[in-house]
Structures are given as structure tokens and as C-alpha cells.
């Protein structure tokens, strides 16, 4: 990372962002991982940076052109970011595009997976390529002119596309443009040359196929030139809700006008012509600043592609995940439930066991109500589907479904019209807040008389498909304090409620920010008065200055701090008279780290929260969150033995984020053993890897 902006106290979380996907290309280039897991890491680069581009880089393009010139907490003002992002995003994709070429292709190709050019195909691979596209791709295909009665024409969000080159009869050039339909393959497989029981795959691109017949498009005149390039839009979409009378409405035309945009990033070949480029710029009504030349084949995160063929042995060994260690399957799932709480950690155990939970409060007539939160539940969930039979059961069903889950919108507004034409309660989510919590809430009349509440709260989404490559932690519980503080926050979230008190639960936008600042001055005065301030924190995310501020008071008086954050992270650690008691440590490996924890020591009397926030302004301030205690001292120790000090030991896929903002990995000195901490947690669940 440069050293720019290094007076301040923190870090510009922009150029953070970039460090954390820069750790992502890492990973593409670890030979430790197999040769389509190395593929994967590449698509999933591809896939962080046109987020980047669509809201991040969006945003800062809008501050410059309102003229805003004010700086960050950084240092840096938005035109000086813009500069320093495209200077590094430059390097990393020239970077990315040699990783492809020069080390994934050529070992893909060693295992007979080949991802050719049309100029290294043979006459027979050709002629298949030539009969699937006059077949499948020629009808398809619609060339755009651009004259003075042909305007130039919408160019939709990260498609990829062909500038054409034409002369006419008179020696006038012309411009069209051509998409590449999105609904084919990008890598169009050779169907003599993939033989599954030869076990060789071979693939050529859709764009290049369709450059090489382009004069069928354009019959009596002379292509001179065919440039593919590819468009990155807004896709921040703002929702003013204030003004809003039906949100759902609001949402579904937010989403009709993401397609329209503003341009943020036009990726170019270099071979494109100058006067090309400039066709370009002025259609899209963009500056120079907005063009990314790339180095190589745009858009690689259509390695997915690769990933997903019948090759166990070129990727990680699948994973069949155990149940928890502490359920029974022979037990009642309620049952086991009130005689103590449940630990569930995924995908090292099972998500099923919360599928379960839902089904089986579905299913049993003692059960009169389910409530529950959704923010990414993906397609053909389980979870829903046990919803809507709940309804047909006769129970009560009340269900939040966040309509502003960005690039989850569409999916969920499915799934509200699908729960409520079964008769679900859907409520849509909150003006102003976006509902992230993460809660099911089981009212059921045991039989015993008495009406009790179970509960499952998580780290993680309602989604069985993420579970298996997320680390989330969860419990089950039927604490009375628990299943109070969910109920008044279903009434917050479903009614009028105004509950500022919770006697279990930390909830923002209520209380979070002051209790974990109260947390925080509570270890500083544990440091002051006994010497043994400790804290330990997990998440995603660490950007609120406020929060850093305090945890730089907590070094300077001496309390010890590891923080294990993923992603984004703006605090300093290292900085003598400012942070030298802080270390941050950052994993990157098979499985994306995703559940949030915070170790407070206590004096001894160790307290942990576990939750779905981060620690930024988003979370804190303006969205609906929870922490949840595990009161559990057992359970409690484990976390802290197999999540936490696990993660600080790892020195196979951890990286240390140093005082200049670089990552450093941490390497074993001669007499450690290797402690790759995901891995440790497979062989701990006792999960087959088979």
C-alpha cells in the first residue's frame, strides 16, 4: 500500500478494499490450492472488483463531479482517492490477467482443462465453433449502427461488447456495435474435444467466435476492425423512501433504473484505435479518467464456468458436513433445545440443524407462531419453503424480508409475493433502516402447559447454499431473557414499538454503538486497575473512526488487542504511542470468513457477543443489528479456543496488516508447526473430506 495519507491515523478504506482483493489474487497464486480452486479465486477477484466499481468508485465519481473536495478522516479527498484507486486497480489487473496466462491456464492445460484462443484452434475444433455459432449465436445477435439516425445505444451494465470497424463503398468508415448474448456460455465448450471419460475438456471464448464471423453481420462491406470492450455502471441504486408509499413499488422501479446508471469504468483492449476509443468516451459520455485498458481477456468471472465440471481431483475434496457435536439426531430437536443452548458452526457442522429448526417448528401442532428475519436467502431455499408450509399448517408466520439487500433485490421481492399468496405476515423491511439481523423466533405450547420461546440467532444469512462456504457461528436457545428481547424486537420490527431496552440482546439502532463503547471503556479501566485489559474481536469490517478511536485509548493504556478482521480496515495497528498493543491479522483461504465475535475479558469474568455487525457507521447507526451473549461458559471457552485464538495462531493463510497498511504473511519460524486455522477446524468437526 503507498504510504500516502500515512500522517493521518487511518487508513482510506477505499484503498483498504483493494488490499483485501489483492489478498483474494493471493490466493490464485498458492499453489497449495488445486487448479480449479486457483480458477475460482480468479473469478471471485473479477467478481469484488466490478462491486467496487458499481458502488464504491460510483460514489466517489459523485462527490467529484458535485465538487466536493472535503478529505476523509484519511487525509485524502475523493479526487486524490479516484487517482490512487486507479493506479493500483491498474496494477492488480495486469497482475491478475499474468496469473491467468502465465501460471492457471498453462497448469489447467497440464490437466487436459484447455481454454483456447481461435487462433490456436484446429481445423475440426473450428468448424464445430462455426456450426454453433451459425446454429445458436448468428439468430441471435443484433448489430447497433451509429450514424446521424442511429444514436448510440444503451450499453447495459457489465456486458461485454464488440466495436466494429466498417468501410463502405466510398471509403467512409463506420462504427456499430455488436453484444456478446449473455445467455450463452462464455467459455463455449468443443463438444468432440470435452470427453468426459478422456477426462479433456476444451473451450474457446463466445467473443472471439463471434469476431471471427462478423462479416456474416455486415454482408457487402469490409470489416477493418473488431475491439471488445465491457461497461461498469452505477449500480448503488438510491431509494428515497420518505417519499415512498408502497416499497415494494419503490424498489422494483430503483431496480428498472439501475440499468441507466452512470458509466463509472469503460474496459478497453489495447488494441483498440484511438478513434475507437474516442467513439466510445463520447457515446458513454465519459473522460479519459474512466477508461481501463486492459492487459488481457476482460472479465474472468466466467472462470466459474471451469469450476463447476466433473474434476473432483483438480478442487478442494468435497464436503460433507457433520451434525453439531451437540445434537443427537435420536433427540428432540425442542427438547434438546430447553435443556441447554446450541452451538452451531458452519460449514465446519452442518446448516441443516437451522433448516431443521424452521421445518420443525413447521410441522408440530404445539408450535402457534414463527417469526423470522431474511436478508439473502438465495434460490430454492429450504428455509422459506418450511415458511410457507408453516402457514398451510396453521400457524402464524411473520416474516421480515429485506427488499434492500443490495444485488439481492430481485430474489426477494420473488419470495415476498411467494410467502404472501400462502398468507405469510411480510413485512418489507423499515424506512431508513436496512433490517440485518439475523433472528427466528419459535413460540411453541410444550407440553408441559407452559408457552416457551426458542430461538436461533447467527452471524450469517438464512442460506443453505452460503453455508457451505461462509464461516457463521449460531445458537439455539430457549432463554427466557433471549426469547423476550426477540419478541420486543419483532414488535419493533413489525409494528410500533419504541423498546430502547433489552435485557440480553444489543440491538442498533438502539444501543449498540453505546454498549460496545461502554464495553470497551469497561476493559480500559479492568487495564488501569488491574493490569489485565484484553480484548478480541472478529469481523468483516473495521472502518468507524469513533470505534477506532477507542480502541487506540485501550492500546495507549495498555490493554492487549487482536483483532482478526477479513476485509476493509482503516485503524493503524503497530503505531508506537498510538496502537503498539494492537495487531491485526487478516484470513483469506478456502472458506470466506464471515462470523462476527467480541471477547471482552472482564476482569476474569469473560463476557462474548456474537452478531451480524461490523464495525461501521452502516452498522452501528443505520441498520437493524444484534449481538447476542453466550452465556455458556463451555460453549463460550470453545469459541474462544477454536474461533479466536485458532485464527491468531493460523500462519498458513493469515496475513499482518503492518503500520505503512501492507499485509505481511505470517510465516512459522523453523520450529512451528503449520496451522492452517480452517483447515484445524475440519479436522476438529470431524467433518469427512472425501
Excluded at 351 to 372: H, T, Y
Aim: aromatic share 8%; charged share 25%; net charge neutral.
Amino acid at each position: 500500500m503507498s504510504t500516502q495519507g500515512l500522517h493521518s491515523n487511518y487508513f482510506n478504506r477505499e484503498l483498504s478494499w483493494i488490499e483485501f482483493n489483492r489478498r483474494v489474487l493471493e490466493e490464485a497464486r498458492d499453489s497449495y490450492h488445486p487448479p480449479l480452486e486457483r480458477a475460482k479465486f480468479l473469478a471471485i477477484f473479477a467478481t469484488n472488483l466490478d462491486e467496487f466499481y458499481m458502488i464504491r468508485v460510483s460514489g466517489l465519481r459523485e462527490q467529484v463531479m458535485a465538487g466536493v473536495e472535503l478529505c476523509g478522516p484519511d487525509g485524502l479527498s475523493p479526487a486524490e482517492t479516484l487517482k490512487i484507486i486507479h493506479q493500483r486497480v491498474s496494477a492488480l489487473t495486469a497482475e491478475h490477467a499474468e496469473v491467468w496466462t502465465r501460471e492457471v491456464r498453462p497448469l489447467l492445460a497440464q490437466h487436459n482443462v484447455r481454454v483456447l484462443d481461435w487462433e490456436e484452434l484446429n481445423r475440426e475444433q473450428r468448424q464445430l465453433a462455426t456450426d454453433y455459432f451459425n446454429n445458436t449465436v448468428y439468430p441471435v445477435l443484433t448489430p447497433l449502427a451509429v450514424d446521424s439516425a442511429r444514436p448510440f445505444p444503451h450499453i447495459s451494465n457489465l456486458s461485454l461488447n464488440l466495436a466494429v470497424l466498417i468501410r463502405d463503398d466510398t471509403g467512409r468508415d463506420r462504427f456499430a456495435r455488436v453484444k456478446v448474448p449473455p445467455n450463452f456460455p462464455r467459455l463455449l465448450p468443443l463438444s468432440p474435444c470435452t470427453d468426459e471419460a478422456a477426462r479433456e475438456f476444451c473451450f474457446v471464448w463466445l467473443e472471439q467466435v463471434i469476431a471471427a464471423h462478423i462479416n456474416l453481420l455486415f454482408p457487402g462491406m469490409r470489416v477493418t476492425g473488431v475491439y471488445p470492450f465491457r461497461v461498469t455502471r452505477d449500480a448503488d441504486i438510491e431509494i428515497q423512501e420518505d417519499e415512498a408509499s408502497d416499497l415494494r413499488q419503490l424498489v422494483q422501479r430503483s431496480l428498472r433504473e439501475r440499468r441507466f446508471g452512470q458509466v463509472v469504468r469503460l474496459e478497453i483492449a489495447s488494441t483498440m484505435p484511438p478513434e475507437v476509443r474516442q467513439v466510445l468516451i463520447k457515446g458513454l459520455n465519459i473522460t479519459e479518467d474512466d477508461v481501463c485498458v486492459a492487459p488481457g481477456v476482460f472479465d474472468l468471472s466466467c472462470l466459474w464456468q471451469l469450476h463447476r465440471l466433473p474434476l473432483p481431483e483438480l478442487k478442494d475434496p468435497p464436503l460433507h458436513p457433520a451434525l453439531p457435536r451437540d445434537l443427537d439426531e435420536r433427540e428432540d430437536l425442542f427438547d434438546r433445545i430447553r435443556r441447554g443452548d446450541v452451538l452451531l458452526h458452519h460449514p465446519y457442522e452442518s446448516f441443516e440443524p437451522v433448516v431443521e429448526f424452521v421445518r420443525a417448528a413447521a410441522r408440530d401442532p404445539n408450535v402457534l407462531a414463527i417469526k423470522q428475519t431474511l436478508y439473502r436467502v438465495g434460490s430454492n431455499s429450504p428455509i422459506v419453503e418450511a415458511l410457507m408450509e408453516a402457514v398451510q399448517s396453521g400457524k402464524q408466520v411473520a416474516v421480515l424480508v429485506e427488499l434492500k439487500a443490495r444485488f439481492d433485490e430481485e430474489n426477494n421481492l420473488q419470495w415476498t409475493k411467494a410467502l404472501e399468496q400462502v398468507g405469510v405476515h411480510v413485512v418489507y423491511g423499515l424506512a431508513r433502516y436496512k433490517v440485518h439481523a439475523k433472528v427466528c423466533l419459535v413460540v411453541r405450547r410444550d407440553p408441559d402447559g407452559v408457552i416457551r420461546r426458542y430461538v436461533h440467532l447467527g452471524t450469517g444469512n438464512y442460506n443453505a447454499s452460503t453455508a457451505r462456504v461462509y464461516t457463521d457461528l449460531g445458537i439455539l436457545t430457549s432463554r427466557e431473557e433471549i426469547g423476550q428481547d426477540a419478541t420486543e424486537l419483532f414488535n419493533f420490527l413489525t409494528g410500533y414499538s419504541k423498546q430502547r431496552r433489552y435485557s440480553a440482546l444489543i440491538v442498533a439502532p438502539v444501543n449498540l454503538r453505546q454498549r460496545l463503547a461502554g464495553l470497551i471503556e469497561r476493559e480500559i479501566n479492568h487495564q488501569v486497575t488491574h493490569g489485565n485489559g484484553r480484548l478480541i474481536f472478529k469481523v468483516n469490517a473495521l472502518v468507524d473512526t469513533q470505534m477506532i478511536d477507542l480502541l487506540y485509548r485501550a492500546s495507549q493504556v495498555g490493554v492487549k488487542i487482536d483483532l482478526l478482521v477479513r476485509g476493509m480496515c482503516c485503524l493503524r495497528p503497530g503505531v508506537p504511542g498510538l496502537s503498539e498493543n494492537i495487531r491485526v491479522v487478516s484470513i483469506v483461504g478456502r472458506f470466506l470468513e464471515h462470523s462476527r465475535v467480541y471477547y471482552f475479558h472482564n476482569n476474569g469474568r469473560e463476557e462474548m457477543y456474537l452478531g451480524s455487525a461490523d464495525l461501521m457507521e452502516r452498522n452501528l447507526d443505520r441498520r437493524v443489528e444484534t449481538l447476542f451473549p453466550i452465556l455458556d461458559p463451555a460453549m463460550r471457552n470453545r469459541i474462544k479456543r477454536e474461533v479466536l485464538e485458532l485464527g491468531l495462531k493460523d500462519n498458513v493463510k493469515a496475513r499482518e496488516l503492518k503500520p505503512d497498511g501492507c499485509y505481511a504473511r505470517v510465516v512459522p519460524a523453523p520450529d512451528q508447526p503449520r496451522i492452517d486455522s480452517q483447515m484445524r477446524l475440519l479436522a476438529l468437526s470431524g467433518l469427512r473430506q472425501e
